[in-house]
Nanobody, 125 residues
Framework: QVQLVESGGGLVQAGGSLRLSCAASGRTFSDYAMAWFRQAPGREREFVSHIRWSGGSTNYADSVKGRFTISRDNAKNTVYLQMNSLKPEDTAVYYC??????????????????WGQGTQVTVSS
């Protein structure tokens, strides 16, 4: 079992920055990959970013590439999402997710077996 708790969301003006955190507990954190997804009202949950267990490989959605940075601190059991140059279209609930099964396509929600409760990010224009 893995428990995930996100924090760091809030209201920010366009062009601003936020850093989301996701604290994990349960299984050994360095054993599994982590990802961030987001869901805007009336839309499906979409992939944002992924990081492998070692932190050595990362992936991003085209819409956030160059603006967002995913990282992890295995000593603190935490994954981060640094979001810069935020846009109103980044407004969504952001979820962290864990893939403890070590397989699956990273862009699909079904690949991940544990999810946090989400944190709201609102970007005003």
């Amino acid at each position: 079992q893995v428990q995930l708790v996100e924090s760091g969301g809030g209201l920010v003006q366009a062009g601003g920055s936020l850093r989301l955190s996701c604290a994990a507990s349960g299984r050994t954190f360095s054993d599994y990959a982590m990802a961030w997804f987001r869901q805007a009202p009336g839309r499906e949950r979409e992939f944002v970013s992924h990081i492998r267990w070692s932190g050595g490989s990362t992936n991003y959605a085209d819409s956030v590439k160059g603006r967002f940075t995913i990282s992890r601190d295995n000593a603190k059991n935490t994954v981060y999402l640094q979001m810069n140059s935020l846009k109103p279209e980044d407004t969504a609930v952001y979820y962290c997710a864990a893939n403890t099964r070590s397989y699956g396509i990273i862009y699909y929600t079904r690949t991940y077996d544990y999810w946090g409760q989400g944190t709201q990010v609102t970007v005003s224009s």
